[in-house]
DNA sequence: ATAAACAGCGAACGGTGTTTGCAGTTTAAG
DNA sequence: CTTAAACTGCAAACACCGTTCGCTGTTTAT
């Protein structure tokens, strides 16, 4: 029952005794984001976040309970990066739309994003600000707040899944080495195809635009 | 040029001389599903999967050429246990989201599948004959092949999203430490609600039903 | 018969997250 | 002002990870 810690947000960033800490959360959270945004998750490692900062992995362990504290101030510094302010005043879906666009163009800012918000993140007050956000755009709307953050989330694992396929742009032949003419027919006359149609122009709007006014009770 | 490898579905499983292997790739899939079904991914290092088979860590390489290897031989074993026969005969809406449940249902018995579909998995045969199934399914759709199968990954997507989302019932408080009255009045009162409403009885379908029905043309 | 290809295994290598003990510093309390 | 508690930074160490290597023994094609 013990096997779960406090996250890294209901701690205080520092005591009230002792000297000055050298570093800071934000500046932790900086280093590993540009880490990240250049090699990877994978390159994100205690030691090379502690290097980047001048100091030792061990030392980290004054600012972080662990890794996966490391992880949930990563993830709220990069959503921390979104606009902030500018409550439109138009459509609620349209302006809806307009923040998925923005979390699509950071998620591609920062590919390592979405596979870092896992089960057990601990979301930080930046992210909380993006639900609020997104509820405030939803005001009009009728529905539960439950619904609308059903809603949102539903729409941010689109994004995630519009984000990741637009990282593999055309579909490597290695990864349908499986697929045989006898066994795949179907499939395997899609692969032949040369010049695949040309794709719609705006799919991800497309798809949200059907998504929410589906899921949510239009204003009439 | 050369950082990626082959992928393991284009090596044979064994060569033509030397001693018959002890184990088989089935067998160390099965294994490495047991152990990351108990304890998740986590649960399944080269250490662990060699010793529930009776071997050693370094004798897997005999097998697979990196952990990578074993990852997609797990993915394919999983996908594998989807129902396989049934060409259904109904409305190919109703079939087609028939296969989401399944797949729901496979997602949520393993856990750590989303996961380990990541970018660079290379898909075995199973999955392609899921993917086949797919496509037969939707053979009715005058749609063209690619826009099938980005239909069908956006399904897969929202699947996992659905699968995520099942496995945290009730958010618990602590992933909202962060929220203050203050920054997030609507968050804040949302989460105030003692008595949630009832949720939707079928979202799963619903989303499903809204999402395919406007990426796919109906059937005139 | 010979040689190549292969299986199995234990030891080792570099890297990982994390813990621990210690020295030095700042602050709160007596 | 003194003292003790709380705190920072650091180096070393621990257990574990994926992976490689060298070796012995076995099977098969030539």
Redesign the pocket.
């Known amino acids: 029952m013990a096997g779960t810690r406090e996250p890294i947000w209901a701690r205080p960033e520092?005591?009230?005794?002792?000297?000055?800490?050298?570093?800071s959360r934000a500046a932790i959270a900086a280093a590993a984001v540009v880490l990240a945004d250049s090699g990877g998750l994978g390159a994100?490692?205690?030691?090379?976040v502690a290097s980047a900062l001048?100091?030792?992995?061990?030392?980290?362990?004054?600012?972080?309970?662990?890794?996966?504290d490391?992880l949930d101030l990563m993830v709220d510094a990069a959503i921390g990066e979104l606009p902030r302010g500018d409550p439109p005043a138009g459509e609620w879906l349209e302006d809806f739309i307009v923040i998925a666009r923005e979390l699509l163009v950071l998620y591609q800012r920062h590919p390592w994003l979405p596979e870092t918000i896992r089960p057990g993140t601990s979301f930080g007050p930046r992210t909380m600000d993006f639900f609020e956000r997104c509820l405030v755009v939803l005001e009009p709307v009728p529905d539960s707040t439950t619904t609308k953050l059903e809603a949102i989330g539903m729409t941010v694992g689109v994004v995630a899944q519009f984000a990741a396929s637009a990282g593999t742009p055309v579909p490597p032949e290695m990864l349908f080495v499986a697929v045989t003419p006898e066994a795949h027919p179907t499939l395997h006359a899609a692969l032949l195809v040369t010049s695949p149609p040309p794709p719609e122009p705006d799919l991800f709007g497309k798809t949200l635009r059907i998504l929410l006014t589906g899921l949510l009770r239009q204003v009439s």
Chains 1, 2 share one sequence.
């Open positions: 520092r005591g009230t005794r002792g000297p000055q800490p050298e570093h994100v490692t205690m030691r090379s001048g100091t030792s992995a061990g030392s980290l362990y004054r600012y972080l309970g662990s890794r996966e490391l």
